[in-house]
Structures are given as structure tokens and as C-alpha cells.
């Protein structure tokens, strides 16, 4: 590995634990050109992904993007970032197992939201009105005003809407 300080391919792996339930592990090195410290994580990647925009253009999948999103619609509510990691595991494991190579970005914000709305409501609306494209006011109370209540949700997660993207009106 390459030290990201003075690109010394001489460092040293010093630490070595498990992260994410198992499916990464987390690496400290040294370098031992210039003495810095510096963390990787290594993780099995069963396959490239595609995600096939709305517009139809097809790019990279990009864990860490997911990952931002998701810390985002997470921001100030309490959830620890190992929590956000685990969801972001899951999703991206449930899109490298699906057998396809290239998803629709819609396929990726329904895993997205179907997680939220299991974990926060709050972080699920704000993911929501990103994802959604909510312009108004009106587009958070329709949203809202469809979420069950904590009788209706008491049997299970709360599902996530019906509409495929765009505003909800």
C-alpha cells in the first residue's frame, strides 16, 4: 500500500480488526519512509456496479455517495455511524447479490428509504424530500400525512411509498 503522505510503497499494517458485522476490516499502517499513520479498509466487492441514472446515463456506483446521503438524512438524530455502516453494507450487499450489473439509481434510493423509514421517521422524510424532489411545503404534508401511525406500524416497518421518485403532489 502506498503511503498517501510521500507515496512510499514501504509501509506496515500495525492494527487489524473487523468493522461493519464482519465484512470489512479496518487496517492501521506506518509508513516506514516518513513515519505516517494512516487508515484502509478492505471489503469484498462481488462485482462493479452501474447505476443507470434517470437520465439514462450509466456511472460508477460509489459506496461513499450512498454513505453521505445517508449521513445527511441522519444528521442530529442520534444514530452512530456504525449503524449508518451497516445500513450502507446491507444495501450494497443487496445490490451485488441481486445478480445485476447495473442498477437504476431508483432501485438504490428505495433501499435507501426502506432503511430509513425502519430506522428514523425523521431521517426518512428528509432522504424522502431530497429523493422525491419535494418543491413545496404541501409535498412534505402529502408525504407525511401517508406515513402509518405507531398503531399501523406496531406489525412491522413502516413501507416505504408506492411512487417511483418525482414530486409527490
Known sequence: MRCPFCSSEDTQVKDSRPVEDGTAIRRRRQCGA?????????????????VI??????????RDKLARSIRIATRKRGIDEERIDRIVAGIVRRLETSGET??????????????????DEVAYVRFAS???????????????RRLPTAEESAGGPMEPQAAAGGRIV
Open 34 to 50: 516518513c513515519g505516517g499513520r494512516f487508515t484502509t479498509f478492505e471489503r469484498v466487492q462481488l462485482r462493479d456496479l452501474v
Open 102 to 119: 447495473e442498477v437504476p439509481s431508483t432501485r438504490i434510493g428505495e433501499l435507501a428509504m426502506q432503511s430509513l423509514a425502519e430506522l
Open 53 to 62: 441514472k434517470k437520465d439514462g446515463r450509466r456511472v460508477p456506483f460509489d
Open 130 to 144: 431530497v429523493y422525491r424532489d419535494f418543491a413545496t411545503a404541501r409535498d412534505f404534508e402529502e408525504f407525511i
